[in-house]
């Protein structure tokens, strides 16, 4: 199934789809006659199989690539699972590629994030300017335009983030953080940071994931409706023009007119495919026969491919073989009696076997996770102090964690093997929650619950729908759950802190929580928070980032499971040529944000 879950948006509905500019083409045909074969028949593109494996290419073992049309576009899967309904990027959830957090191929942000380390790159916006500590000046590009030819000015850009005031938009909690966005002139935005509270690491997060919508197609919509509306003939300001989409597949054709030419290039593809797979096999078939290009999708044990002489490829060729971009948690309950307790936390915290979790559930593309929320390799190794979490941590030692429920807890064991407190209390009888099919999840939960159970501790696995299961987690209706809060941003690690710590803004359980979902509190967590997001020095911001990653060790209301990519990034160069890898390094691993560079410069097959 779809693994492609950190990039899921939580609230909102869809849109209906317009049957009028769909395809005809069945499933079955698209599956069955041929599979991407058949996708560029559909499309006029033509097709032919995959040449053998060559090698020698510094993004992959290259292949001798597709005749004709088919050989000028690429082929993606991971993003799309489901018949398209929706190309509004205000909406909830809308489709490939108009979601925040993907490829910036219709709509574009100011400025695009680099995973790597941590900088900024230019998209609408030339730079970004910061003349005091409150203000942050941005230029835009020069003869930025709009698909329909129209110009894209600076108030396109101040009509989207004032939509945030009145429309309920991804990006709206920015203004708990901004005061004013103005256009100071036609190609010039100001925003206007508030002293308190302050954080500009928040604030460019948004410039970096806030995709600029034209003012003219979206200011028809009330405030009430604009989210809602589905947007099927989307103009945007990106290299690709949407060309058509059924349940089958989406397909993009290059915008030969885009205003970024002159800045970025012009795509060696003429068209971009993303077929629709019913599950992440299907995808991976196709990425091993090279009739995909590229993927963002969970593919097991990838390196069996090279092995086998395909021309596969990830980041790395060696483990993790990912960049590491987030941190799925277990979070415990901290209301239910016993979970309550910090040291029967602790000890599920040390009975927990994190090497069989990143070589089982992750195949070997996660290390064994560390005592701490701040990720330790990338952007976030600067923040990140590995003597404390040495000294203050855990790590997988099934007899400390029975030494802690025996000595320390003086807990002795039931006649069914599971520990019992001296109040009475059983360790035992819970429930760990985490969506149905995000299938490494689902083996890394049952990987807790094997684990607990060998030191005496009493937890099941139950993997509900998404909905049902986010629901009851915003609410505080679980007892143990495997979720992820934000992963490596502008604003990391600050606001996974935040997530996992802050209790301002957040309900009391019973209603909807949009982070801190188990509600720890501790006082010194906010006065930490906002020196660190007011921090003007890296040893400043890591000052304050050690004393929270402490106060997380010793309370411990969450342990760090694996570490996941922000986004899988996987290839075959078959037909594209010059991905970027770690040996070269021209681009991020990243398909959102400063990732979109690679899609300029690999190179056909043989071109």
């Known amino acids: 199934m779809n693994n492609d879950h950190h990039l899921i948006d939580t609230s909102g509905a869809d849109s209906p789809v317009d049957e009028g500019t769909t395809w005809l083409a069945s499933r079955r045909s698209f599956l069955t006659l041929g599979g991407l074969a058949v996708t560029g028949a559909v499309l006029g593109v033509g097709a032919s199989a995959c040449g053998t494996a060559e090698t020698g290419n510094k993004g992959g073992s290259a292949g001798k690539g597709r005749a004709g049309a088919s050989g000028e576009t690429m082929f993606v899967a991971g993003f799309q699972w489901g018949p398209p309904k929706s190309f509004n990027p205000l909406a909830a959830?809308?489709?490939?590629?108009?979601?925040?957090?993907?490829?910036?191929?219709?709509?574009?942000?100011?400025?695009?994030?680099?995973?790597?380390?941590?900088?900024?790159?230019?998209?609408?916006?030339?730079?970004?300017?910061?003349?005091?500590?409150?203000?942050?000046?941005?230029?835009?590009?020069?003869?930025?335009?709009?698909?329909?030819?129209?110009?894209?000015?600076?108030?396109?850009?101040?009509?989207?983030?004032?939509?945030?005031?009145?429309?309920?938009?991804?990006?709206?909690?920015?203004?708990?953080?901004?005061?004013?966005?103005?256009?100071?002139?036609?190609?010039?935005?100001?925003?206007?940071?508030?002293?308190?509270?302050?954080?500009?690491?928040?604030?460019?997060?948004?410039?970096?994931?806030?995709?600029?919508?034209?003012?003219?197609?979206?200011?028809?919509?009330?405030?009430?409706?604009?989210?809602?509306?589905?947007?099927?003939?989307?103009?945007?300001?990106?290299?690709?023009?949407?060309?058509?989409?059924?349940?089958?597949?989406?397909?993009?054709?290059?915008?030969?007119?885009?205003?970024?030419?002159?800045?970025?290039?012009t795509p060696p593809m003429t068209t971009i495919n993303h077929p629709i797979f019913k599950s992440n096999s299907d995808g991976d078939l196709k990425l091993e026969s090279g009739e995909i290009d590229a993927s963002q999708q969970f593919t097991a044990q990838i390196w069996k491919m090279w092995q086998a002489g395909k021309p596969v490829s990830t980041w790395m060729k060696k483990k993790p073989y990912h960049l590491p971009g987030n941190l799925p948690l277990l979070i415990f309950n901290l209301n239910k009696k016993g979970l309550n307790n910090v040291k029967v936390r602790r000890a599920i915290a040390y009975a927990i076997n994190y090497p069989n979790i990143a070589t089982t559930a992750m195949s070997d593309y996660s290390d064994p996770a560390n005592a701490s929320l701040i990720v330790p390799s990338g952007y976030e190794s600067k923040f990140y102090d590995p003597a404390a979490v040495a000294a203050e941590g855990w790590k997988y030692d099934k007899a400390k964690a029975i030494d802690i429920l025996e000595n320390e807890l003086q807990a002795k064991k039931g006649s069914d093997g599971i520990y019992v407190l001296p109040d009475g209390t059983k360790l035992g009888g819970w429930k760990l929650v985490t969506p149905t099919g995000w299938t490494d999840w689902n083996t890394a939960c049952e990987i807790v619950a094997k684990s607990a159970k060998e030191v005496g501790i009493g937890i099941t696995t139950v993997f509900p729908q998404f909905p049902t299961m986010f629901s009851a987690l915003q609410n505080g209706n679980f007892d143990l759950a495997m979720y992820s809060y934000t992963g490596v941003n502008p604003a990391s690690p600050w606001i996974r802190f935040r997530d996992a710590m802050d209790n301002r803004g957040v309900p009391a359980a019973g209603k909807t929580a949009f982070w801190n979902y188990n509600r720890f509190s501790n006082p010194d967590v906010p006065a930490l928070l906002d020196t660190a997001a007011g921090a003007t020095s890296d040893t400043d911001a890591k000052a304050a980032y050690t004393k929270l990653d402490t106060i997380y060790r010793e309370n411990i209301p969450v342990v760090p499971l694996m570490y996941r990519p922000l986004e899988f990034y996987e290839f075959n160069a078959s037909n594209w040529t010059n991905f970027p890898t770690a040996e070269n390094p021209y681009a991020p691993p990243m398909w959102q944000g400063a990732g979109i560079q690679w899609l300029f410069k690999i190179k056909r097959v043989g071109s």
């Open 93 to 265: 959830s809308p489709d490939w590629p108009t979601a925040q957090g993907q490829s910036q191929l219709i709509y574009e942000s100011l400025l695009r994030f680099n995973l790597i380390d941590g900088s900024l790159h230019p998209g609408l916006a030339k730079g970004l300017e910061q003349p005091d500590q409150r203000t942050m000046k941005l230029a835009l590009q020069d003869g930025t335009k709009w698909s329909d030819g129209s110009d894209l000015t600076a108030d396109d850009v101040v009509f989207t983030f004032e939509l945030g005031k009145t429309a309920s938009v991804n990006y709206s909690t920015v203004w708990q953080y901004i005061d004013s966005v103005t256009a100071t002139d036609p190609r010039t935005v100001e925003f206007k940071l508030k002293t308190k509270p302050f954080n500009p690491g928040f604030v460019k997060n948004f410039l970096c994931a806030t995709l600029i919508v034209p003012k003219a197609v979206f200011s028809k919509f009330s405030a009430d409706k604009v989210t809602a509306e589905a947007n099927l003939k989307p103009i945007g300001s990106g290299p690709f023009l949407l060309d058509r989409y059924d349940q089958t597949q989406v397909n993009l054709k290059r915008n030969d007119s885009y205003w970024g030419k002159a800045v970025f290039g």
